[in-house]
């Protein structure tokens, strides 16, 4: 009898305070599993001396690769080749240095939160900033958003980026879009989805013409809307298979382009 109550109350508690994400999984079509070697490496070059690395932004234009940290640094690489490259420059614009990317009028923007402390990035959040390419200049132009993560831009000029409040009990959050106008003027954000739960990593898929995302807690997908901000439909791709997988940032496959 004391073991069906203890039941009935975690199944009223979950019910109750949003935490079926812990418990739920999905089934996907199909799962390639596979285990990588050192020696099948070759060829490959790794780079040290970026602590707590966070994102990634490979310039499309040069050999040139810019890593953010969550201790606040952006790294920036180059070289003659992309597998010859090292640390050219480095500069502490925060406590976190999170999502990294290009608009289409060329500017890279990072999500930055100010301390380098949980409570801060969870409760007050962070800002997209302007980042000049040498790192010399460094520009505020939003405000802050609280735990502000991911940021993409697609290829009409709208920038997203996620925010939510990453409370694992209460998972709340949504993604956020803006234009950038001819005067290179952010205008202020407005919201593009709510309910994605715990936002997080986003990318933008070009030859889809989509924007992942990932919900730390539970799945993958992709968002569609006619417009920006209006009817837009959430699609998940992949939904987490067990209770240990959790979602972070994104890449593209390099042949096929998938998110």
């Known amino acids: 009898m004391k073991r069906k109550r203890l039941l009935l109350v975690l199944l009223i508690l979950l019910s109750n305070t949003s935490c079926w994400h812990f418990i739920s999984t999905g089934k996907v079509k199909a799962v390639q599993e596979f285990q990588l070697k050192m020696e099948d490496l070759e060829g490959a070059r790794f780079y040290e001396g970026m602590p707590a690395c966070e994102n990634i932004y490979l310039d499309k234009t040069s050999n040139r690769v810019y890593v953010t940290s969550l201790e606040g640094n952006i790294f920036l690489l180059d070289g003659p080749s992309g597998l010859d490259l090292s640390i050219i420059k480095s500069a502490q614009v925060g406590g976190h240095a999170l999502g990294i990317d290009q608009a289409s009028n060329g500017q890279l923007y990072v999500a930055i939160s100010k301390e380098q402390t949980e409570k801060y990035w969870i409760e007050t959040g962070g800002f997209i900033a302007r980042i000049s390419s040498d790192?010399?200049?460094?520009?505020?132009?939003?405000p802050e958003y609280p735990a502000m993560n991911g940021l993409a831009f697609d290829d009409d000029g709208y920038g997203y980026f996620a925010t939510s409040n990453f409370s694992f009990i209460f998972p709340s959050g949504r993604i956020m879009y803006f234009l950038i106008d001819h005067n290179g003027e952010l205008l202020k954000p407005q919201p593009y989805t709510e309910d994605i739960g715990l936002a997080n990593g986003l990318i933008y898929n070009s030859s889809q013409k989509r924007l992942y995302y990932s919900n730390t807690l539970e799945n993958i997908g992709?968002?569609?809307?006619?417009?920006?901000?209006?009817?837009?439909?959430?699609?998940?791709?992949?939904q987490k298979t067990k209770m240990k997988e959790a979602f972070d940032d994104l890449c593209l496959d390099s042949k096929k382009g998938y998110g």
């Open 135 to 142: 790192l010399n200049r460094v520009e505020a132009v939003t």
């Open 222 to 238: 992709f968002i569609t809307s006619q417009q920006n901000g209006a009817d837009a439909s959430i699609n998940v791709v992949y």
